[in-house]
């Protein structure tokens, strides 16, 4: 055999994809059941003939991704598009509303509306420096940033460096964009204002307004998934579930091994294998704060207060900036928020497929102290009632997987650290170790490719794609292209 990849997740597939296509036997190693990680949907036996998505439901990082951009996932998954990219609903009834048309959010920001499109709006119109800058390696210059993305990047480093600092007041005089923004960058599940934070927030906003904004997959997560592993298979790779990798001996003889993992796992599947310097940097990864999950089957849909808010994909439910910066600190320091940030997406928005009987899913987290083992329904349905009174009323069943037993369903999630590491300045580049090629482990012919690599977390497989080019130079002599960025 030549390669084997341990883990499934869209990273572990990108790899495995990848290095298929170069004419290599490829074999995934899934230790779950069902494949897909972090992209899987399915039936929770919540409601008949209902799926939902058990970890990630939108998806601009996959548009936005030179992988899926060269993988094709646009001709091979319909990608469907809200209306509105992102909500967020304020306490007094009001909402910022981030458009997928540029225009109409600026027009909706008022008095802010020019600030909205100097920062946000000037990203969005050339992705690539957001996306260059972002999703890169980390370690080299994207090609097809030079030179055109060049501008793009240094504006997001210049925003980054605004809206990641305690200057990210100076740029709005009002309240509802910068609370409009703070809910992108809540999704770091990190203080707030924090650089990685912002990098996240002027990442996921600028592509709101371009492109596919913030798409949700016909049918759900999975078929992103079932693209991938189609592929693979086609390609002549194989994907073995309900086989956890726990050391050597459950690995079958490759030339290379890629790891969908975390770098925990690494190190106690290959202990001495790797250097003693490496090994001890390793050790030193940090898992971040962390989120639970809750799945409801609704009968109709939420309530919201303000119209409009029903009209987007995902919906940040955390009220004002200082709220969610307050609710985040509080999650930080190891305290349950009374009204901890919630994100909430009702896929019907854009897919009717995915109701079923009257029913349809609604996919929601809240934010809490890294393992956690508390139920948060009942706080996730009093902060979303605070915006859609009545939202009790149309609930006919739930599920939550508590932070701590995220791992259970997938290794990869560590006390419910749904980003594979914490989301901080050091861990934006030194992501798992500082090294010089964060993806080889150091041992002969090993590599890491999840989202505790370069570009971290994100349904992109760009870790995996990363890790593989790499793996095919150097194990097989194999060079590949490198992926457009337009
Ligand atoms: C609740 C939640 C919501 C999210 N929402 C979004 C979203 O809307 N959009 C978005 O882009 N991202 C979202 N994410 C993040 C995204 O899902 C992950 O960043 C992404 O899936 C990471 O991909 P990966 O391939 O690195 O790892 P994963 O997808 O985590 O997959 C890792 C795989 O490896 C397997 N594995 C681990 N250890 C072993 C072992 N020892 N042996 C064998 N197999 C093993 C696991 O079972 C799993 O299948 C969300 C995540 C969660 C949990």
Same mark, same amino acid.
Request: proline letters at 8%; a neutral charge; glycine letters at 12%.
């Given at each position: 055999?030549?390669?084997?990849?341990?883990?499934?997740?869209?990273?572990?597939?990108?790899?495995?994809?990848?290095?298929?296509?170069?004419?290599?036997?490829?074999?995934?190693?899934?230790?779950?059941?069902?494949?897909?990680?972090?992209?899987?949907?399915?039936?929770?036996?919540?409601?008949?003939?209902?799926?939902?998505?058990?970890?990630?439901?939108?998806?601009?990082?996959?548009?936005?991704?030179?992988?899926?951009?060269?993988?094709?996932?646009?001709?091979?998954?319909?990608?469907?598009?809200?209306?509105?990219?992102?909500?967020?609903?304020?306490?007094?009834?009001?909402?910022?509303?981030?458009?997928?048309?540029?225009?109409?959010?600026?027009?909706?920001?008022?008095?802010?509306?020019?600030?909205?499109?100097?920062?946000?709006?000037?990203?969005?119109?050339?992705?690539?420096?957001?996306?260059?800058?972002?999703?890169?390696?980390?370690?080299?210059?994207?090609?097809?940033?030079?030179?055109?993305?060049?501008?793009?990047?240094?504006?997001?480093?210049?925003? !980054? #460096?605004?809206?990641? +600092? =305690?200057?990210?007041? @100076?740029?709005?005089? *009002? &309240?509802?964009? /910068? $609370?409009?923004?703070?809910?992108?960058?809540?999704?770091?599940?990190?203080?707030?204002?924090?650089?990685?934070?912002?990098?996240?927030?002027?990442?996921?906003?600028?592509?709101?307004?371009?492109?596919?904004?913030?798409?949700?997959?016909?049918?759900?997560?999975?078929?992103?998934?079932?693209?991938?592993?189609?592929?693979?298979?086609?390609?002549?790779?194989?994907?073995?579930?309900?086989?956890?990798?726990?050391?050597?001996?459950?690995?079958?003889?490759?030339?290379? !091994? #890629?790891?969908?993992? +975390? =770098?925990?796992?690494? @190190?106690?599947?290959? *202990? &001495?294998?790797? /250097? $003693?310097?490496?090994?001890?940097?390793?050790?030193?990864?940090?898992?971040?704060?962390?989120?639970?999950?809750?799945?409801?089957?609704?009968?109709?849909?939420?309530?919201?207060?303000?119209?409009?808010?029903?009209?987007?994909?995902?919906?940040?439910?955390?009220?004002?900036?200082?709220?969610?910066?307050?609710?985040?600190?509080?999650?930080?320091?190891?305290?349950?928020?009374?009204?901890?940030?919630?994100?909430?997406?009702?896929?019907?928005?854009?897919?009717?497929?995915?109701?079923?009987?009257?029913?349809?899913?609604?996919?929601?987290?809240?934010?809490?102290?890294?393992?956690?083992?508390?139920?948060?329904?009942?706080?996730?349905?009093?902060?979303?009632?605070?915006?859609?009174?009545?939202?009790?009323?149309?609930?006919?069943?739930?599920?939550?997987?508590?932070?701590?037993?995220?791992?259970?369903?997938?290794?990869?999630?560590?006390?419910?650290?749904?980003?594979?590491?914490?989301?901080?300045?050091?861990?934006?580049?030194?992501?798992?170790?500082?090294?010089?090629?964060?993806?080889?482990?150091?041992?002969?012919?090993?590599?890491?490719?999840?989202?505790?690599?370069?570009?971290?977390?994100?349904?992109?497989?760009?870790?995996?794609?990363?890790?593989?080019?790499?793996?095919?130079?150097?194990?097989?002599?194999?060079?590949?292209?490198?992926?457009?960025?337009?």
């Amino acid at each position: 055999m030549d390669v084997v990849v341990v883990g499934s997740g869209p990273n572990g597939l990108a790899a495995a994809v990848a290095m298929a296509r170069a004419g290599l036997s490829v074999t995934v190693l899934e230790a779950r059941p069902t494949i897909g990680g972090g992209a899987r949907t399915l039936d929770l036996g919540l409601a008949d003939g209902l799926v939902h998505d058990v970890c990630s439901a939108v998806h601009p990082m996959a548009w936005a991704s030179p992988f899926f951009r060269a993988f094709g996932l646009e001709r091979r998954v319909e990608l469907l598009v809200p209306e509105v990219s992102y909500a967020q609903p304020l306490p007094d009834g009001r909402a910022g509303l981030a458009w997928h048309d540029l225009d109409r959010t600026v027009d909706g920001l008022g008095g802010d509306g020019p600030a909205w499109r100097s920062l946000v709006g000037a990203l969005s119109r050339s992705t690539a420096g957001a996306v260059g800058a972002a999703l890169g390696d980390k370690r080299s210059i994207p090609a097809g940033l030079v030179p055109g993305g060049l501008v793009g990047a240094a504006r997001f480093g210049l925003g !980054v #460096l605004e809206q990641g +600092t =305690p200057a990210w007041g @100076v740029r709005f005089r *009002g &309240d509802v964009a /910068p $609370a409009l923004l703070t809910g992108v960058a809540a999704h770091a599940i990190t203080p707030l204002p924090s650089p990685a934070a912002a990098g996240t927030a002027l990442l996921l906003a600028s592509l709101a307004h371009a492109g596919q904004g913030w798409p949700i997959p016909r049918g759900g997560s999975g078929a992103i998934v079932g693209a991938l592993v189609e592929d693979l298979l086609a390609h002549g790779g194989t994907v073995v579930t309900d086989h956890p990798v726990r050391s050597r001996r459950d690995l079958p003889d490759a030339r290379c !091994v #890629l790891f969908d993992t +975390t =770098p925990r796992t690494l @190190v106690d599947v290959l *202990g &001495d294998e790797l /250097p $003693a310097r490496r090994r001890a940097a390793l050790e030193r990864y940090r898992h971040g704060d962390a989120a639970a999950k809750v799945d409801f089957v609704l009968s109709g849909p939420v309530p919201w207060a303000h119209p409009d808010v029903a009209r987007a994909g995902t919906v940040h439910v955390g009220g004002m900036r200082a709220e969610m910066a307050h609710a985040e600190a509080e999650v930080h320091a190891g305290r349950h928020a009374d009204l901890p940030v919630c994100l909430v997406s009702d896929p019907t928005v854009v897919d009717a497929t995915r109701a079923h009987g009257g029913l349809r899913p609604l996919w929601t987290y809240a934010h809490v102290p890294a393992g956690s083992d508390v139920d948060v329904t009942e706080a996730v349905v009093r902060h979303v009632e605070r915006y859609a009174p009545g939202f009790r009323d149309v609930i006919v069943a739930s599920r939550c997987v508590p932070a701590a037993q995220m791992s259970d369903h997938n290794a990869n999630y560590v006390g419910g650290d749904i980003s594979a590491g914490a989301v901080n300045l050091r861990q934006m580049f030194a992501r798992p170790t500082a090294a010089l090629d964060p993806y080889a482990s150091g041992a002969d012919g090993v590599y890491l490719c999840s989202a505790a690599t370069p570009p971290g977390p994100g349904v992109h497989g760009l870790g995996g794609w990363y890790a593989a080019t790499r793996a095919l130079r150097r194990e097989f002599g194999i060079r590949v292209g490198p992926l457009p960025v337009d």
